[in-house]
């Protein structure tokens, strides 16, 4: 829908541009290059370069940036410990939760630096972004949505075996315990859709209102909802990455 | 579901290279943030504990050498106090042996001189009396040269 209203007034070569797709700069192999993929390495690459260079050799005297590091590693694997009751449970999904909400974050964040959604080709009177916001990208959301299923669901096999899991889902004791297994199963599959749509959907919704705010009043107005925007891009990565270990904790516990 | 699919530009390949790209940020962080970081701050626990360790066993051998010093001057003081109490009586003793020997002595000294005092004295008693006889006999002679 939105989608067709931005091309109509794209063909306008006025107004505001906003599209539901990503952005596809070019074709690999036939695969798409979207705007929202290259922002996605681009994020990668300054992660890795700078965790090799600020973190790799840490002291046990910390520098600055190694406190922060620390406090960030260092909590976050103690929240797991707390919620997970467990240290091998939260070592061995530590990775998972941790990525998820440095990874997530610095998408958000690194979508909302100038020069993001400015810095693009432009041909045939058409301007496409070469760097646009990652999670406006549906792709890249249902991603993570995966992961985190999948890492969820994994999590329930592991530590109470495939058949006891499934039993928490598909069980005959009696019909209300049945409707109730189902309704788990539902709410369980639509997890995926909730993951990967609410964070799409507040990261989309913030790129929309700044992009028509930046239309409007291009001074001064944007900055207080940029930095709304710099809250709910930490707020989203929290969020995804708590409710994946939320649920991983729902997962192994046991059905009674 | 196609609209769906064709309106978000949802594309299998896409996803899977971002799983990929999820993976490959997760090795790539774990090699030089989570490892090492978890690493130190394990490290940094120990070494806080063994601190702590050290500081109280450190404390306990400093009350213990402390006691241990008091005993020790208390002994010496008692030690000092024995010795000085036994040279005191020693040198007592040897004080005593020597007057007492210097007492013989003096008075075989004075017992020797009043010996040799009473021979001097028989001696010139002697002598004098020799010399007063010859005085005597040369006198008689003087008188009766006279008178003859």
Same mark, same amino acid.
């Given at each position: 829908?939105?989608?067709?209203? +931005?091309? +109509?007034?794209?063909?306008?070569?006025?107004?505001?541009?906003?599209?539901?797709?990503?952005?596809?700069?070019?074709?690999?192999?036939?695969?798409?290059?979207?705007?929202?993929?290259?922002?996605?390495?681009?994020?990668?690459?300054?992660?890795?370069?700078?965790?090799?260079?600020?973190?790799?050799?840490?002291?046990?005297?910390?520098?600055? %940036?190694?406190? @922060?590091?620390?406090?960030?590693?260092?909590?976050?694997?103690?929240?797991? /410990?707390? !919620?997970?009751?467990?240290?091998?449970? +939260?070592?061995?999904?530590?990775?998972?939760? @941790?990525? @998820? &909400?440095?990874?997530?974050?610095?998408?958000?964040?690194?979508?909302?630096? #100038?020069?993001?959604?400015?810095?693009?080709?432009?041909?045939?009177?058409? &301007?496409?972004?070469?760097?646009?916001?990652?999670?406006?990208?549906?792709?890249?959301?249902?991603?993570?949505?995966?992961?985190?299923? !999948?890492? %969820?669901?994994?999590?329930?096999?592991?530590? %109470?075996?495939?058949?006891?899991?499934?039993?928490? &889902?598909?069980?005959?004791? /009696? #019909?209300?315990?049945?409707? @109730?297994?189902?309704?788990?199963?539902? /709410?369980?599959?639509?997890?995926?859709? /909730?993951?990967?749509?609410?964070?799409?959907?507040?990261?989309?919704?913030?790129?929309?209102?700044? !992009?028509?705010?930046? &239309?409007?009043?291009?001074?001064?107005?944007?900055?207080?909802?940029?930095?709304?925007?710099?809250?709910?891009?930490?707020?989203? +990565?929290?969020?995804?990455?708590?409710?994946?270990?939320?649920?991983?904790?729902?997962? !192994?516990?046991?059905?009674? | 579901?196609?609209?769906?699919?064709?309106?978000?530009?949802?594309?299998?390949?896409?996803?899977?290279?971002?799983?990929?790209?999820?993976?490959?940020?997760?090795?790539?962080?774990?090699?030089?943030?989570?490892?090492?970081?978890?690493?130190?701050?394990?490290?940094?626990?120990?070494?806080? $504990?063994?601190?702590?360790?050290?500081?109280?066993?450190?404390?306990?051998?400093?009350?213990?050498?402390?006691?241990?010093?008091? $005993?020790?001057? $208390?002994?010496?003081?008692?030690?000092?106090?024995?010795?000085?109490?036994?040279?005191? $009586?020693?040198?007592?003793?040897?004080?005593?042996?020597?007057?007492?020997?210097?007492?013989?002595?003096?008075?075989?000294?004075?017992?020797?001189?009043?010996?040799?005092? =009473?021979?001097?004295?028989?001696?010139?008693?002697? =002598?004098?009396?020799? =010399?007063?006889?010859?005085?005597?006999?040369?006198?008689?002679?003087?008188?009766?040269?006279?008178?003859?």
């Amino acid at each position: 829908m939105f989608s067709l209203i +931005a091309t +109509a007034y794209a063909a306008e070569e006025v107004g505001i541009h906003v599209a539901l797709k990503p952005y596809i700069v070019g074709h690999v192999f036939g695969i798409p290059l979207t705007a929202t993929l290259i922002t996605t390495w681009i994020t990668m690459f300054l992660l890795i370069v700078g965790t090799f260079f600020l973190s790799r050799k840490p002291t046990l005297i910390p520098t600055k %940036i190694q406190s @922060i590091a620390e406090m960030v590693v260092g909590g976050v694997y103690d929240y797991m /410990s707390d !919620v997970l009751e467990s240290r091998t449970l +939260a070592r061995k999904y530590f990775p998972i939760v @941790i990525t @998820i &909400f440095i990874f997530v974050l610095a998408l958000n964040w690194i979508g909302l630096l #100038p020069g993001v959604t400015a810095i693009g080709l432009n041909h045939d009177g058409h &301007f496409t972004p070469l760097l646009y916001p990652a999670a406006t990208d549906l792709n890249i959301t249902i991603a993570f949505a995966l992961i985190a299923f !999948v890492t %969820i669901e994994v999590a329930g096999v592991v530590a %109470i075996g495939a058949f006891k899991y499934a039993g928490k &889902f598909i069980n005959f004791h /009696s #019909p209300l315990a049945f409707i @109730i297994g189902i309704i788990e199963l539902i /709410s369980e599959l639509a997890r995926l859709i /909730s993951f990967s749509f609410r964070l799409f959907g507040n990261i989309f919704a913030g790129k929309t209102l700044l !992009v028509v705010i930046m &239309f409007f009043v291009p001074y001064i107005a944007p900055v207080p909802l940029y930095g709304f925007e710099l809250f709910v891009g930490f707020i989203q +990565a929290f969020v995804f990455a708590v409710l994946t270990l939320f649920f991983i904790k729902v997962a !192994v516990a046991e059905p009674h | 579901m196609d609209e769906i699919i064709n309106a978000f530009g949802i594309d299998a390949r896409l996803i899977i290279i971002q799983v990929v790209n999820f993976g490959i940020l997760m090795v790539a962080l774990g090699y030089f943030l989570y490892k090492p970081i978890l690493r130190i701050l394990k490290e940094r626990e120990e070494k806080i $504990t063994q601190g702590l360790q050290d500081a109280e066993a450190a404390a306990q051998a400093k009350a213990e050498a402390g006691e241990e010093k008091q $005993t020790i001057l $208390t002994n010496a003081h008692m030690e000092a106090g024995e010795v000085a109490k036994r040279a005191k $009586t020693a040198a007592d003793a040897t004080a005593a042996e020597i007057v007492a020997a210097a007492q013989t002595k003096a008075g075989a000294v004075l017992s020797d001189a009043e010996l040799k005092r =009473e021979q001097i004295k028989a001696a010139a008693l002697k =002598e004098s009396e020799k =010399e007063i006889a010859t005085l005597a006999v040369l006198a008689a002679e003087k008188v009766l040269r006279e008178k003859a």
